[in-house]
């Protein structure tokens, strides 16, 4: 059983480091606020968008791999940094969503936010998201 | 004429027993009025819908019917009549509309399919689907007869959600048997 953890840790997965860090273009795109952005930052960005933040506990595996799952599959359903090429009727989609996410409090994930204690929203702050996405969408629906 | 008086006492009257407020049949009635000069431009040009709106109206009736699995069936159908429209048979502006929603209305119709076994999920897509149908028939009815734009209040912890009905008697797809019959009618598309 050791040897076999052992081993495992040889096989470390391909990392998603391939984008801005800082996220810049979809910040600039939405006009976000610092406040927002911190929350985007600390709960969000690590699984839907080209570049994860990772925790020295990834580098353990499986952890490392069931962490990959989460990125692939979060990417593939919002993927912020590609939020700004977006057709304007998929932007007011997905934030629709979001914000019913957050609500309902499914996202972030549970199993997610388990390991990655610092990724969970607080009530305030999912309040605070909730505005903002609706005050964004109302702008979004006027440039329609 | 006679038929718009009798559609908006008709939407008055289902909206006041649903205790909807006065602004909202004020709404509906407005929509009504300038739809029917919209359509005249269009009719019988939209004729390429026609599978998108039955695919959508199996999808809705079997929402109706709280049966997930049936939803996922006829929403992937739609995913492919949406791809099978004949752009060059759409009028300007029904074409515009429809490049879009074209990739988001699929989207969603593609997440009703792959969640036959989570219904509220289902809804929740069917609901912006649903907004988008009604900007792309707006655009152009493919039918001969009225299609109903409905409200249900309740759906979303009071957000409201609406959909397109091929009758004008309230089968609400959001809330399933639960609740059949909560709803009023908007909109009539001629």
């Not at chain 1, 989460?70 to 990417?75: D, S």
């Not at chain 2, 992937?76 to 048979?89: C, Q, R, T, Y």
């Not at chain 2, 152009?140 to 959600?161: E, F, I, Q, S, V």
């Not at chain 2, 059949?180 to 908007?186: R, T």
Request: aromatic content about 8%; some cysteine.
């Amino acid at each position: 059983m050791v040897t076999a953890v052992v081993l495992l840790q040889f096989f470390q997965h391909s990392r998603n480091e391939n984008g801005d860090q800082n996220h810049a273009e979809f910040k600039k795109a939405l006009n976000v606020p610092e406040n927002i952005g911190q929350i985007l930052n600390a709960s969000c960005f690590d699984c839907h968008s080209n570049s994860t933040r990772y925790p020295w506990y990834t580098m353990l595996q499986p952890v490392g791999w069931w962490m990959r799952s989460h990125i692939n599959e979060g990417k593939s359903e919002l993927n912020f940094d590609e939020f700004d090429s977006y057709p304007l009727r998929r932007k007011l989609s997905k934030l629709k969503s979001i914000a019913e996410r957050i609500e309902d409090g499914s996202m972030p994930l549970q199993s997610y936010t388990l390991i990655h204690r610092s990724a969970k929203l607080s009530d305030k702050e999912q309040k605070i998201m909730t505005n903002w996405i609706s005050k964004t969408l109302d702008s979004l629906k006027k440039n329609k | 004429m006679k038929n718009i008086i009798l559609g908006m006492a008709m939407s008055s009257l289902l909206f006041a027993a649903c205790n909807n407020t006065t602004k909202t049949t004020d709404n509906g009635s407005t929509a009504d009025t300038t739809k029917s000069t919209d359509t005249s431009l269009t009719k019988n040009s939209s004729v390429a819908t026609t599978t998108v709106l039955s695919d959508y109206l199996k999808l809705k009736n079997a929402l109706t019917e709280d049966d997930a699995a049936n939803a996922a069936e006829a929403s992937k159908n739609f995913v492919a009549s949406i791809n099978g429209i004949d752009k060059s048979a759409l009028p300007a502006q029904q074409a515009k509309v429809l490049a879009e929603i074209s990739e988001d209305i699929k989207e969603h119709a593609e997440h009703i399919s792959s969640n036959a076994g989570n219904i509220i999920h289902q809804r929740e897509h069917f609901e912006i689907l649903s907004e988008e149908l009604y900007d792309l028939l707006k655009a152009g009815n493919p039918t001969g007869t009225k299609l109903y734009y409905t409200n249900c209040p309740m759906y979303n912890k009071g957000k409201g959600g609406n959909w397109i009905s091929e009758t004008k008697e309230i089968r609400n797809p959001y809330l399933g048997k639960s609740m059949p019959d909560c709803g009023s009618v908007k909109e009539e598309l001629n």
